[in-house]
């Protein structure tokens, strides 16, 4: 077990029993912050893992929905049929990164500052 695991299984103990005896009078208590800022240390980016993939379909949907690209929603069914390596790849990175995100072990998370659209 990691020193980071161990700290946030004792912080989650001890606000266990702090909460048992009083309440916060803050939204949140020190050890909740303590415990989110360890949690989130052991978090690990993948956001290059998918971003590649997440381009690849807005490039396909896109070319599929401009008329006068030439291609459809045919033509990316028939690379799929094929078996076109890149597709299929791409596919079953998006099955998971869905089920991560369903299940909870993948979080998009938003920094502010950032260069993207709001």
Excluded: V, W
């Excluded at 702090?18 to 052991?42: H, M, V, Y």
């Amino acid at each position: 077990m990691s020193r980071e695991q161990e700290l946030i299984e004792n912080l989650d103990e001890r606000l266990k029993e702090i909460k048992g005896i009083c309440t916060f009078t803050l939204p949140a208590s020190d050890l909740e912050l303590i415990r989110s800022a360890l949690l989130a240390s052991q978090a690990e980016d993948q956001t290059a893992k998918y971003a590649g993939m997440i381009e690849s379909f807005e490039c396909d949907f896109n070319l599929a929905a401009d008329p006068e690209a030439g291609q459809g929603l045919d033509e990316l069914q028939l690379k799929i049929e094929q078996g076109d390596g890149r597709i299929i790849s791409d596919i079953e990175l998006l099955q998971e990164l869905s089920y991560g995100i369903r299940h909870g072990s993948i979080k998009i998370i938003r920094q502010t500052g950032g260069g993207g659209q709001d």
